[in-house]
């Protein structure tokens, strides 16, 4: 498990963690997203060791991190800048890797030569972003982490391999019980891969939860009533739109709940449609004073 | 096995043996070839024998190894170190499970091992190809080179740890190695230009902060006394570097550790140096770049012109603007420098006018300073004008004269500096001789007080003859003409018992006068004899004084040389008297029986028996005739023993 217990982080006076808090559970997938500058990356870097905090506890498994050679020899990192020793070739780095993490699986990287079609011998900063994405990937798997940390991971990947690249980390959480945090702003990408999400911004989690606990709070509502529109200020009503007579809610609480009291109303018709995460965030932050128009692509 | 240590990782070592392959390569193929192939050349055509082998040997560590441990220690630090300068580097490594002492005593060692390793294979394959050498002087030569690339490897891993910017560490490094120095010598130069009679030495006090000027100042080759080999000097000094560059390597260490990760691409990574980094980096441009302004701006346009505290509070504000602005840029990684900092600029020019200003008042009395005649326990004056400095004790009882001289020149000091800028011309009715006059006292207290006055001590009327200038020639001829000073100045010449006289030889100028003599040797003691009782009487003069006293048809110029020699040191002295044709002196040289080779035509009887240099014939013979003489021509051999003549000393 990781957990990050009231952690600040100031850089020449700004304080880019407030506070925060986080805990990923072990062998989950847990989102973390924000917008631009909320301390996404900044977490992520207090987790692996790369940053200090000023103040709180960055833990995992119960111990710091922070120049635990025990711990980081657990955890491998992809950055959203891939780093290769200039002229290193896949070839090299491996070489490099098997040196530095004892359970290097020379054999997974075999294996995994088919998934990446690298030129394991051409030196890696020769090669696009997403060849150093698929390269840092192909690397980073054959550490066989128990925690794999993943900052911005599928940029610059196309689809096809951000399939591949996500069926390789889901098998590993399914067969290892790999615990896998990654930071992105593709909540759409998150919402098929993510049990847990946390929501950053001001260097701050604003909302950490499971993604059915979260769907099961909110409901997208169709509704077209008979006449005049009854009160409906019995709801929380966070958002509502309107094309013709039918009218689109989006309504804080559960399924059950919201049914019962619209069956209540007597609508001429009523349905419920899934929400996305992309929708959750907007109208569950909404009325707050935060910037979300870059939460979401 | 593996290594089981936190402070050693193989992995990184292998990779920084491999990134930094082209340079330690560099560093082994230059030492092989002059250890192996020019030394190898050395040792089987010259066949040079094994003093000789080592003290090339030493040469090369002292001249070479000095250069290549300073410039390969410090570039294979930056190198093995620019991980620390860029977000995604220093990410990879520090997400890595290997403790940040692992990763700087890993490097560390990388740079020592690739310049050690090579050097000691150089130095066995040297022992194959220069088989005069003996094995001791390899081993002092890897034992020196071993000193010097700690410590500069100490020195660079501090530059490079303090830094956060490719090639920062590297070029601070490089300034560090000179800075301390430079920035004493403009100080130097400012404090002689500036305040009035000041003096400063060759020596450095910051010269162990510049440490490969200190290097080559206080380290060297020597032969040994019995002639049988050559030693390095300065072994001490050495191992002082040595435990230096473990100290700072240590330091290093320390700055490693308490450097955070996001402080990469910052100038200097180290918070607590920036406010130092800013200042010093200001005063430093202030003093460097103020002496280069006033020099370009003022000097150079003025030509020779009294020195502008003005100008030169003008070229240091704006040097030292330059510098903080520079600084503050450096710092903040911006242009946009001026808005918040101007306050701090204007502080430190305020500051920088106040320290000219301080120069210029001389607030802390440095030009006005004249010591106590109780608390002096010595003092020496120097004029060019009399070739020895009179040395002036307490016993004596002129060292109210010395003060006096001190506090004239002092006083006069408007004087001097308005008429010295229009010496050369007849303006006041006079052109101005200046002169030199040092004052150096040695306190009590042990410390010194050393000045340099250019005083007009001479000037010329328009007829072009010489007067004394009153005001200072009276006291410095009481001071320099004290028996007790000519005695202290002459001792060599009445130390007969140390002191051999090598040679005796007259001028005579004026009237009809032109010409040269040498005189016997056995002649030698009486003529050092009547020097005492001329210089006693007047009738002896110190120095060459070509223009002829009142009455004095012309005047004998004599030049005696004398030699110390223990074992093969030599110590040469040379003396000039001029004398007086009349007195007893002036008779000893005035008798031919006494020349053995003279040339021109001479004031002189019984010449006949003497050796004309002007007969070709006797020329032929004599080898010495017009010759000077030169100490070298008795290098490795003993003195002549017709050269020694002791007397007792009358006086």
New interface residues.
């Given amino acids: 498990m990781i957990e990050l217990k009231n952690v600040t982080k100031t850089f020449d006076g700004f304080r880019a963690l407030d506070g925060l808090s986080l805990t990923v559970p072990t062998g989950g997938i847990y989102g973390l997203v924000g917008p631009n500058g909320s301390g996404k990356s900044t977490a992520i870097r207090h987790i692996t060791g790369i940053y200090r905090q000023d103040e709180g506890d960055v833990l995992i498994d119960g111990q710091n991190v922070y120049e635990n050679t025990d711990i980081k020899r657990r955890v491998a990192y992809i950055s959203d800048d891939v780093y290769a020793f200039l002229s290193a070739s896949v070839k090299d780095m491996k070489d490099f890797y098997r040196g530095i993490y004892p359970q290097f699986d020379l054999k997974r990287f075999e294996a995994m030569k088919e998934a990446f079609p690298i030129d394991e011998k051409k030196a890696i900063r020769h090669l696009s972003k997403g060849m150093q994405k698929q390269a840092a990937f192909w690397l980073a798997m054959c550490c066989r982490p128990d925690y794999l940390i993943l900052d911005e991971p599928v940029d610059g990947l196309d689809p096809v391999m951000r399939r591949r690249v996500w069926s390789i980390i889901m098998g590993d959480v399914a067969d290892h019980g790999t615990t896998v945090l990654v930071s992105s702003h593709n909540l759409r990408e998150l919402e098929d891969v993510c049990d847990h999400v946390g929501i950053i911004n001001h260097g701050k989690v604003l909302i950490e939860r499971s993604l059915s606990e979260l769907q099961d709070n909110m409901v997208k509502a169709q509704v077209v009533f008979e006449g005049e529109r009854p009160d409906l200020s019995s709801l929380n009503i966070l958002h509502q739109s309107a094309v013709g007579r039918i009218e689109t809610l989006i309504i804080k609480g559960s399924q059950e709940e919201i049914t019962a009291k619209m069956s209540a109303l007597r609508p001429l018709f009523f349905d419920l449609l899934p929400l996305t995460l992309e929708e959750i965030f907007i109208y569950e932050l909404g009325g707050d004073e935060y910037e979300l128009k870059d939460v979401v692509l | 096995m593996s290594l089981k240590t ?1 402070f050693f ?3 990184i070592a ?2 920084g043996f491999k ?1 930094t392959m082209p340079l330690w390569l560099t560093h082994a193929v230059i030492w092989v070839l002059v250890m192996t192939v020019v030394g190898g050349n050395l040792a089987k055509y010259y066949d040079p024998g094994a003093e000789e082998m080592g003290n090339f040997i030493l040469m090369t560590v002292y001249i070479g190894g000095t250069l290549m441990a300073a410039f390969f220690s410090g570039a294979l630090s930056e190198v093995l170190s620019n991980y620390l300068y860029s ?6 490594h ?7 002492e692992a990763l700087f005593f890993t490097n560390y060692l990388t740079v020592l091992v690739v310049l050690l390793v090579p050097a000691a294979l150089t130095g066995l394959a040297a022992a194959v190809v220069m088989p005069q050498a003996v094995g001791g002087y390899l081993l002092s030569w890897f034992w020196i080179y071993v000193r010097m690339v700690v410590f500069f490897t100490g020195f660079a891993m501090v530059c490079n740890h303090i830094t956060g910017h490719v090639g920062i560490g590297f070029v601070l490094y490089g300034i560090l190695n000179f800075a301390a120095f430079l920035v004493e010598g403009c100080l130097k130069f400012i404090m002689s230009h500036f305040l009035y009679g000041f003096t400063v030495g060759y020596d450095y006090v910051t010269m162990p902060f510049s440490p490969i000027i200190n290097i080559y100042a206080k380290c060297g080759v020597v032969c040994l006394e019995d002639g049988m080999g050559y030693v390095f000097t300065g072994q001490g000094y050495l191992n002082i570097l040595l435990a230096v560059g473990l100290v700072l390597a240590a330091a290093a260490w320390m700055f490693y550790r308490a450097r ?3 402080d990469s691409r910052e100038i200097i990574s180290a918070h607590t140096l920036r406010p130092v980094f800013k200042y010093a980096f200001t005063a430093g441009c202030a003093v460097v770049l103020g002496v280069i302004f006033y020099f370009f701006f003022h000097e150079f346009r003025s030509g020779d012109s009294a020195p502008s505290v003005a100008a030169f509070a003008v070229a240091t504000s704006v040097g030292g603007a330059i510098g903080y602005i520079a600084a503050e840029m450096l710092l903040k990684k911006s242009m946009k420098v001026l808005k918040r900092s101007w306050k701090g600029l204007a502080a430190a020019v305020a500051v920088i006018l106040l320290c000219n200003g301080a120069i210029s008042l001389d607030v802390f009395g440095v030009v006005g300073r004249i010591p106590d005649v109780d608390d002096i326990e010595s003092a020496t004056v120097t004029n060019y004008s009399y070739d020895y400095g009179a040395v002036v004790m307490p016993e004596d009882g002129i060292l109210d004269k010395v003060v006096s001289l001190h506090s004239t020149i002092l006083e006069n000091k408007e004087y001097n500096e308005s008429i010295y800028y229009d010496r050369y011309s007849y303006e006041n009715g006079k052109r101005y001789s200046f002169e030199s006059i040092t004052i150096e006292y040695k306190l009590k207290n042990g410390s010194t007080i050393n000045r340099q006055y250019y005083v007009p001590l001479y000037y010329y009327d328009k007829a072009d003859v010489m007067h004394t200038n009153e005001v200072y020639g009276t006291l410095i001829d009481d001071i320099f003409s004290d028996p007790n000073v000519l005695m202290r100045a002459y001792a060599p010449v009445w130390d007969v018992n140390n002191y051999y006289t090598t040679g005796a030889y007259c001028d005579f100028y004026g009237g009809a006068f032109n010409g040269y003599a040498d005189y016997d040797a056995a002649v030698y003691a009486k003529i050092r004899q009547t020097i005492k009782e001329g210089l006693m009487d007047g009738t002896v003069k110190s120095g060459r004084n070509y223009g002829a006293d009142e009455g004095q048809p012309y005047v004998i110029v004599l030049r005696l040389e004398l030699c110390k020699q223990e074992g093969y040191d030599r110590d040469v002295r040379y003396y000039d008297f001029t004398v007086a044709p009349d007195s007893p002196l002036g008779a000893i040289l005035l008798d031919g029986e006494n020349i053995s080779g003279y040339s021109g035509d001479l004031p002189v009887k019984n010449l006949d028996k003497a050796t004309s240099y002007d007969d070709p014939a006797a020329a032929e013979t004599d080898p010495t005739v017009g010759q000077e003489f030169d100490a070298g021509e008795l290098d490795g051999e003993p003195l002549p023993t017709t050269a020694v003549e002791p007397v007792q000393d009358p006086v």
Avoid: D, Q, V
């Fill in positions: 936190s990782n193989p992995t292998k990779k990134r977000p995604s580097s220093i990410g990879f520090h997400a890595l499970p290997i403790k940040r955070r990760s996001e």
